[in-house]
């Protein structure tokens, strides 16, 4: 696969500016007037998709989970570290800042493509544009980091709370630090994180084989750069070129151009995170000579083979399988969102019994939560089996607003003779339906609530 009419650096910002633009107005998006993703430990909601999950429904973030890590794997193992070097905010951070704002607007470098040698600090000139430097991306920083909290915190309550940010410390903190870690991420660690502190760069090998793509450097038109033991052997391209017969110039445009300092003709390495620079560098010399690229964007088998890249394989068409099992499981599962909350515990006293011994009861303890953004009240009815046989008692209706709880005490009685043993208690499930009298079809649930009826003999 070799590069088209645009460079991949000029899609792969493109995608960047889609990215950034998508990120920051995203937590604006509502639909019925819930975010389309919020995880708000404020609230203790989940929003999705423009519902509402309360923390005890959060039974959707386990299939979150594991969609977010095998769709990771999946990508790895199709594209590589392709994430890392299109999507990833690492790698957005470094390119405004050491190529929009050092290259571009203050001309601390001299151009883009070469990012092995840095600004020379001794200067005082130099000094005070990085002062400024550090002062832009300061501000980037501070916007970034409430960008991040926003999917925590609705930009409505962030902007609010830090009307008075010293009653919300925390917030301030969180906020505060998380743009300082930016700053001193971006400006001083730089690709030190993608190289030594991401973690996915540590499991990302693992997940390669012979027909990932990647960046890959032709060893049969190039000539060997280095030897078995990744020690360069060839320094001069005109002696290069008459040794070996090789295309390769050895001007070291794929190496100066990395962001990761690495050189693509060693072969496949951890630090590699897809950016496709180098194929970018490589194919603009190339093409002054009227020759292709000798560095693609292929696999090793494709490379080998002079074959095309075999996206479709065993392991590409198992972790689609999977990605499509889990939609299908958040599918069925959003499916099951109920509009309340309901839990139905039973007290310790396990039942009553009249003094005439006509009358069994059993007392619950109900809690009630309002989901909702609007107030409901709230009623209980026996269904199923015992509809007609046990009979709610001590028990109305309750009146909530919104998002809020309430405790109920319930009694549970009959008249009737439901079992006849003379040896042991028996538990019997009772089916307890709980609704909305303003939306009965919509905000209603089932809970099953276990009756203990005594023996025969006490009823005597």
């Known amino acids: ?29 509502k639909i019925n007037g819930h975010q389309i993703f919020l995880l708000s430990f404020d609230k203790k909601q989940l929003h999705l998709m ?34 890392c070097g299109w ?19 203050l001309k601390l470098r001299k151009r883009i493509s070469n990012k092995q040698i840095e600004p020379d ?73 993608c190289i030594y ?8 090998s693992v997940l390669y084989d012979e027909d990932t793509l990647q ?7 190039g000539g060997a750069i280095y030897d078995e033991h990744k020690e360069k052997v060839i320094f001069k391209a005109k002696d290069f070129d008459k040794a070996l017969n090789a295309e390769c110039t050895t001007c070291e445009s794929c190496v100066t151009v990395c962001p990761t300092h690495i050189d693509i003709r060693k072969g496949t390495q951890l630090e590699c995170i897809n950016c496709l620079e180098c194929v970018d560098a490589c194919t603009k010399v190339m093409g002054k000579l009227g020759k292709a690229s000798l560095v693609n964007w ?22 689609g399988v999977l990605l499509g099992l889990i939609l299908v499981a958040l599918t069925f599962m959003s499916g099951k969102k109920e509009y309340m909350l309901l839990n139905i515990n039973k007290t310790t006293e396990l039942y009553k019994i009249s003094e005439d011994k006509q009358k069994v009861s059993n007392l619950f303890l109900l809690l ?42 319930i009694m549970l009685s009959t008249t009737q003779k439901l079992v006849n043993d003379v040896k042991k208690d028996t538990p019997l499930t009772v089916t307890l339906k709980a609704y909305a009298v303003e939306n009965p079809k919509e905000v209603v649930v089932f809970r099953k609530a276990i009756f203990i009826y005594p023996r025969a003999d006490k009823l005597q």
């Open 197 to 204: 502190v991401c973690p996915y760069s540590r499991v990302q």
């Open 50 to 83: 423009g519902t509402a999950f309360d923390m005890q429904e959060l039974y959707l973030m386990p299939f979150l989970l594991m969609f977010m890590f095998i769709g990771i794997f999946a990508m790895t193992a199709i594209g590589g570290r392709a994430f």
């Open 368 to 409: 009630f939560q309002n989901t909702q953004d609007k107030p409901y009240t709230y009623k209980i009815e026996v269904v199923g089996e015992y509809k007609g046989k046990v009979n709610i008692e001590r028990f109305d209706e309750v009146k909530l607003r919104a998002g809020k709880m309430a405790k109920k005490v």
């Open 121 to 193: 600090w001794s200067k005082k000139e130099n000094s005070a544009k990085r002062v400024v430097g550090i002062t832009i991306w300061a501000v980037l920083s501070l916007l970034a980091s409430a960008n991040f909290l926003w999917f925590f915190i609705p930009p409505s309550d962030f902007f609010a709370y830090m009307s008075n940010p010293m009653e919300h410390t925390v917030l301030l903190g969180f906020w505060l630090g998380i743009a300082g870690f930016l700053i001193y991420d971006v400006v001083f660690m730089k690709e030190d994180w």
């Open 298 to 319: 292929t696999s090793l088998n494709a490379e080998q083979t002079h074959s095309k890249v075999k996206l479709l394989r065993a392991k590409t068409i198992m972790y």
């Open 1 to 29: 696969m070799s590069a088209s009419n645009a460079t991949y650096r000029s899609k792969r910002n493109y995608l960047y500016a889609f990215i950034t633009f998508f990120a920051l107005i995203l937590p604006f998006i």
């Open 87 to 105: 999507g990833c905010p690492q790698t957005i951070f470094r390119v405004i800042y050491r190529d929009l704002i050092e290259t571009n607007l």
């Open 215 to 221: 960046p890959i450097y032709t060893t049969q038109r």
